[in-house]
């Protein structure tokens, strides 16, 4: 974007939609997007996409506080005559429950054909890209790696639960982390791992995001903290000492989450809908990512090789079951972490 301050032509540079500085001659038409990418990141992309195509996107982006499932709220209550096209989200829960609804559409294109299946919707309702990871934060200037658990089932044990801090369970990728856990790890067990966190103060160390959880282990207010690789990444390049563990969920990897893209039923601009969500799930893209600030891993292995880039450890869990099982998790947490 064009800094502030300046000239008229700065003033309109900033109102420009998807935050493009350079339009086509010919603008073909419009689309609406709704996403919890991160802003200035999507902004990029999606100026790329005006560029590319002559199709101005408006972008409608979420909040901090509730993430993804406040637009997926949004889309709910606009069903029948929805005001979006397509729906753009940084994990894949909100996408598949939106899906069981019937309010995506079916659609693959040819961009997509390369993705492997786990990162696809059996009925092309939706489309991943991009993968994050859950991971331990810590404060390296009072941590060492070995001091740390090596699994999240220990860190419940109470040297670890006193010091932890979560997001607020009820949103984000938080909400399917925890959902992910009761899905691989069955009731049980899962809600005596819940008992155990609870035990140790967690409740009253909810942060408010993600972000929130790796900027107060960065900034040393805690010890360690439960959050997304890219927030940790984030810290990192502004210069602070944090570092970060793949912590095995269960099966010998953590949960690796993709970007998901998919075409909302009934909207308005159908065609240049079509076109933003090909363009959102396509090998530039998702280079685009990888080479980011948020350095997502391509979830196509002929791109990871391509660009040097290391797959982590990944929980074999299947999304849809984690989607299945987040009202239960959210009651279980919800009942005990207060």
């Not at 860190?155 to 992910?180: I, S």
């Not at 805690?222 to 940790?232: C, E, I, P, Q, S």
């Not at 949960?255 to 809908?273: D, I, Q, S, W």
């Not at 196509?300 to 090789?305: C, I």
Request: glycine residues 8%; neutral net charge; charged residues 25%.
């Amino acid at each position: 974007m064009v800094v502030a301050g300046c000239s008229k032509k700065a003033e309109e540079a900033r109102q420009e939609p998807a935050g493009t500085q350079t339009q086509p001659a010919a603008v073909r038409g419009e689309v609406v997007l709704y996403t919890s990418a991160d802003e200035p990141l999507a902004r990029q992309i999606l100026g790329a996409f005006t560029e590319k195509t002559g199709i101005r996107v408006q972008p409608l982006f979420d909040t901090e506080a509730d993430k993804t499932t406040g637009l997926a709220r949004r889309i709910r209550a606009e069903a029948g005559s929805p005001r979006a096209d397509v729906f753009w989200a940084n994990e894949p829960f909100q996408a598949i429950l939106l899906a069981k609804d019937d309010l995506l559409e079916p659609y693959l294109p040819e961009t997509a054909r390369n993705i492997p299946v786990a990162y696809r919707d059996a009925k092309d309702r939706w489309i991943g890209f991009g993968l994050r990871g859950r991971v331990l934060a810590y404060d390296p200037k009072g941590l060492r790696a070995d001091q740390l658990p090596k699994t999240w089932a220990e860190l419940a044990q109470p040297g670890y639960a006193q010091k932890v801090v979560f997001a607020n369970p009820l949103f984000g990728t938080t909400r399917g982390h925890v959902a992910a856990l009761l899905a691989l790890w069955g009731e049980p067990a899962f809600t005596a791992w819940v008992e155990r966190m609870a035990a140790g103060g967690v409740a009253a160390r909810l942060a408010g995001g993600n972000a929130q959880v790796a900027k107060a282990v960065a900034m040393g207010q805690a010890a360690m903290g439960a959050t997304d690789t890219d927030d940790v990444i984030s810290q990192q390049e502004s210069g602070v000492k944090i570092e970060m563990l793949y912590l095995d969920m269960g099966g010998g990897g953590t949960l690796l989450l993709p970007n998901t893209v998919a075409v909302l039923k009934n909207g308005p601009h159908g065609e240049f809908a079509r076109e933003l969500a090909a363009f959102l799930c396509s090998e530039q893209v998702e280079e685009m990512l990888a080479k980011s600030e948020a350095k997502n891993v391509p979830v196509r292995p002929g791109l990871r090789e391509k660009l040097k880039i290391a797959m982590p450890a990944n929980t074999p869990v299947d999304y849809v079951r984690v989607a299945e099982a987040m009202p239960k998790a959210v009651e279980i947490v919800q009942q005990r972490w207060k």
